[in-house]
């Protein structure tokens, strides 16, 4: 077995010498890979980490205040936010510790309804952006968490927050950080924090999303009242498709779909799903149901079958090609992200499972209910990154679990 051992390494050695260690780096991304960003490093919810199982109790535990962000992993630092005493609370995390690195605070009204901030704190690996609920942005030094700007979006009076605050994380692209505030979204320059473009009224909660049609590339916003289409370097319309929710709440992002050419949209309040498709210059209705109302969580497609929580209770598929049902689950109200062929799927009670989802069936691998985590309701994504997985409350309680 040494001998073995030793002659692999000779070989890993040897591929290291030829390739400038290409091929290792390639290969240890397979194992482990960071979420730098909200819904992973693609912006789709997925990672490149596979997982089999999880450990039954976790690696360790912290409280950062009350809120929902998600975290972000990059470079063995993770980033998370949270409320306490009116005082937003950015933290830098050492990632398998939980050890703190630094944090940042500023006054901000955690509010009685679903009190603390929303959006994620994102990264480029060198600076972090964050947007609270009253829609300041803070952009900081990933290493010592030193403000470099900030910038307040509603003090001006020209734009709305919205009835549950802001909820928009920061879309990195192209040197800018980009953000779903006023009707049509806003652009900063992501180092001096300039803006680039703006916008007036009210945004909406989900995040934008970048994409690629034709070797052009395109911004989607999901406004209070319609999908938009921008040019990303300058705001400008492209397309629009009408789609209006009561209390204007469009929360899921936009899952892009067939290299851009398709691009299905989801919300609850009795709303419902449609497919689009995009030339373009347009955008046209495919099919439109209510068969799945998301409110909160993006729906993942796999394999031609779309996953999501219907009307915020019950987790379902449906399938791509005409929005008809495949089942419905007993799995409660959660949130998720893909692993390989299996989705990471934490239940608002705390319950964290893995599945492997089918056309056919919801097939629940394993259960866990996590300790502490049934103290308030688990409403933020769970996340997978570099063999663990980070699970957070709305109270703040923040755990860290082994992934195998």
């Known amino acids: 077995m040494k001998l073995n051992i030793y002659k692999f390494v000779v070989q890993i050695m040897f591929i290291r010498t030829i390739f400038s260690g ?3 780096l390639a290969a240890f991304s397979i194992m482990a890979a960071d979420w730098p960003v909200w819904r992973g490093a693609k912006g789709d919810g997925t990672t490149t980490e596979t997982v089999s199982t999880f450990s039954d109790t976790p690696l360790w535990e912290m409280n950062v205040g009350s809120g929902y962000p998600a975290v972000s992993v990059c470079k063995g630092k993770l980033l998370t936010a949270g409320n306490k005493n009116d005082q937003d609370i950015i933290y830098c995390l050492d990632a398998v510790t939980g050890k703190e690195i630094w944090n940042y605070t500023y ?3 955690a ?3 679903f009190p603390g901030p929303r959006a994620t704190p994102v990264t480029d690996g060198r600076n972090v952006y964050m947007v609270s609920r009253e829609g300041d942005i803070n952009c900081l030094d990933l290493n010592t968490g030193k403000l470099k700007w900030n910038k307040s979006r509603l003090a001006s009076g020209n734009v709305k927050n919205l009835i549950w605050g802001i909820c928009s994380s920061v879309l990195l692209y192209d040197g800018m950080a980009i953000v779903n505030i006023g009707g049509k979204g806003m652009a900063f320059n992501a180092e001096s924090g300039d803006p680039v473009w703006q916008s007036q009224g009210e945004g909406n909660y989900s995040t934008p999303v970048v994409f690629s049609y034709n070797a052009k590339n395109y ?4 406004s209070a009242e319609k999908l938009l289409i921008l040019e990303p370097r300058t705001g400008n319309e492209i397309a629009a498709y009408p789609w209006k ?5 469009n929360a899921a992002d936009p899952l892009i779909i067939d290299g851009g050419t398709r691009i299905f949209i989801s919300s609850n309040y009795g709303h419902g799903s449609a ?3 995009f030339d373009g210059i ?8 209510t068969n799945l109302c998301c409110h909160f969580p993006t729906p993942m497609l796999i394999d031609g079958i779309i996953y999501g929580l219907n009307g915020g209770y019950k987790f379902c598929a449906i399938k791509l090609s005409d929005g008809s049902v495949c089942w419905q689950s007993k799995v409660n109200n959660g949130s998720f992200i893909k692993a390989g062929d299996k989705l990471v799927y934490l239940e608002e009670n705390g319950n964290l499972k893995l599945i492997k989802p ?3 069936k919801c097939d629940v691998i394993k259960s866990v209910k996590i300790p502490k985590m049934d103290s308030a309701k688990s409403a933020t994504m769970p996340v997978l990154a570099e063999g663990r997985i980070y699970c957070r409350n709305a109270n703040g309680m923040l755990v860290c679990i082994a992934a195998k």
Do not use: G, M, R
């Open 22 to 24: 290409t091929v290792l």
């Open 107 to 109: 006054k901000c009204n």
């Open 111 to 113: 509010n009685k309804s």
């Open 219 to 222: 911004l989607a916003i999901f």
């Open 245 to 249: 929710t009561k209390s204007n709440v």
């Open 275 to 277: 497919l689009l498709n």
């Open 282 to 289: 347009t955008l046209k209705k495919e099919w439109e149901n």
């Open 358 to 360: 089918s056309a056919e």
